[in-house]
């Protein structure tokens, strides 16, 4: 089984590489390879019993998609994107690589299937920007695309195009409509969805975070862990059972802020509590009332994709994964 | 007043191009330029008061569309592509066309604003085959795009594009998802939904048709003078009320094959019926099993677009359009 990860470096990424590592096996079967590339080089991981390579490439490149796929992986997980933001700043490489970039990669397959047989499981992460207000009070699973950001439509296209690679056999295509992944582990960044990570993160070890929206601002949750485990399902799950429709929005929390304040007063004290800063700002305010709230994901929960239920163990994962299992009294 | 009409030697757009012509305005405006493009040249309409040019191009080709945007026209109705048996046959012309013809064009008006400004009206013609089986009795407004063709698949990444280029402000798009366009003028031709209007178009003159399929089959209709009644009202309409949702799915009339044929009874008599020969096809039957039946074109009809409302009707104007007003007895 050989393996590549298109966007190692990122968070989600390096999660994912060391869910691998650690267990060695992939639906059923021995990982023989990883290759591990992104933008910039990812860090190699300590695992000399498995057979690793980095690579740092731009898919936006068009001679690059050829390369990756020479070695026929059997698993491609593709996770490389220009976020949200700097989409909407930079439209012409928010395409390039967006779109272009995913769209080489699914043609370097097709194309390596011309001279034998062919057909890599794809596992496409997708976003909860494919959807655009107004919305449902939960969104469905039959609920159209109609993407308010240009990275949103750059999803929503590697969508189609992944289901039409799929339903003409050159790939077994899997997308994945993320949540908003919290806590995201680290330190704050320009993500106008950050501070849902942050109210939580900081104040976990003793630092300040602003709030800039009311605490009844509802969104749509799951951890790191649990986006890793939806990767390694998408990548394992019998697809036959998908037919033409090749993704899926993923399971999730749907919360308010007041809620995960509650939950994070539940694990931490009012102590804790006492470090958000209210600063209201209006226009990420504005932002995140348009941004999707809640969805009824019982197609993907009927196939087999886990995501939290309550806020206590969300924070409850992130002080097992990244603060060593113990809160600093 | 300038228009671009891409893929005017089609029925459709030999239609549209007469009614502009015929009326010298559009949207309450004198039309002083139309261009006429097509893969092969249209017919030059006669019409010595307006400024009409003709041209043969391929819109695969990547130089051409800067070409066609170069007189910044005001209204461009693209109605070019690849037919959806013949994108499922050739993938690769399907794409180069219906994709990255259509991209090239959304391009090169982006271009073009970056000098001055620029927003022309672009009237994108898309199609009902960007829904997939299975499907609800009607399709509301909110239905999700899953193609089950690479045809539909182009249709709907062009949707996208279109609204993500509206919304940034390069062009002013409407989409409009035509219905089956019945009785299609002509000889039969090899599209698997020939039939529905074969079996009424054959035996009002007298010619013997081929049915392949049961009575009690479904579909979705407009005629081609609705059609060109859409594609003039979305060149026309103010699409402030649109906001983020571009493409519309139109509205038509939802009848089986059984209701066709009554319909023909009534205006041609039994002699009619009777030149209709039932030659069960299993495959054909599939595939139109697999087609949209009914929608509840709500959106598109607050908004002011009108279809017709029996199939006595879309014959009455068949009849008028094409056979001189009358049947030969």
Redesign the interface.
């Given at each position: 089984m050989n393996i590549v990860i298109i966007g190692a470096a990122g968070m989600v990424g390096r999660k994912l590489t060391s869910a691998l590592v650690a267990s060695g096996t992939l639906a059923g079967k021995q990982i023989d390879g990883l290759t591990l590339v992104d933008v910039i080089e990812p860090e190699m991981p300590r695992a000399p019993e498995l057979n690793i390579t980095t690579r740092a490439i731009d898919i936006a490149d068009p001679s690059v998609a050829e390369t990756l796929i020479a070695e026929r992986p059997d698993v491609i997980f593709h996770l490389a994107a220009i976020v949200s933001g700097e989409a909407e700043l930079d439209?012409e490489k928010g395409y390039a690589i967006n779109l272009d970039g995913t769209r080489y990669l699914f043609e370097a397959i097709r194309q390596a299937g011309k001279s034998e047989p062919y057909c890599p499981r794809f596992v496409f992460t997708s976003s909860i920007a494919v959807f655009?207000a107004p919305f449902p009070d939960k969104i469905g699973d039959?609920?159209?695309?109609?993407?308010?950001t240009?990275y949103g439509?750059q999803k929503?296209?590697g969508e189609?195009?992944l289901?039409?690679y799929s339903?003409?056999g050159f790939l077994d295509g899997v997308g994945i409509r993320l949540p908003t992944i919290c806590i995201r582990p680290g330190k704050p960044n320009k993500a106008a969805s950050g501070f849902f990570s942050s109210i939580l993160r900081e104040p976990l070890v003793g630092l300040e975070a602003v709030l800039p929206v009311s605490e009844d601002a509802r969104h749509w949750h799951a951890s790191p862990r649990a986006a890793v485990g939806f990767l390694i399902h998408a990548a394992e799950m019998d697809t036959t059972v998908l037919g033409?429709?090749r993704s899926l929005n993923m399971p999730g929390l749907s919360a308010t802020v007041g809620e995960q304040i509650e939950a994070l007063r539940r694990v931490a004290g009012d102590k804790a509590v006492a470090l958000i800063r209210r600063e209201p700002d209006a226009m990420t305010a504005e932002m995140v009332e348009g941004w999707a709230k809640d969805f009824d994901a019982s197609r993907a929960l009927a196939l087999g994709f886990r995501a939290e239920a309550s806020f206590d163990e969300i924070i409850a994962i992130h002080i097992k994964d990244e603060l060593g299992g113990e809160l600093l009294k």
């Open positions: 439209f655009g039959e609920f159209f695309q109609t993407p308010r240009s439509t929503a296209i189609l195009l289901a039409d339903r003409r033409a429709r």
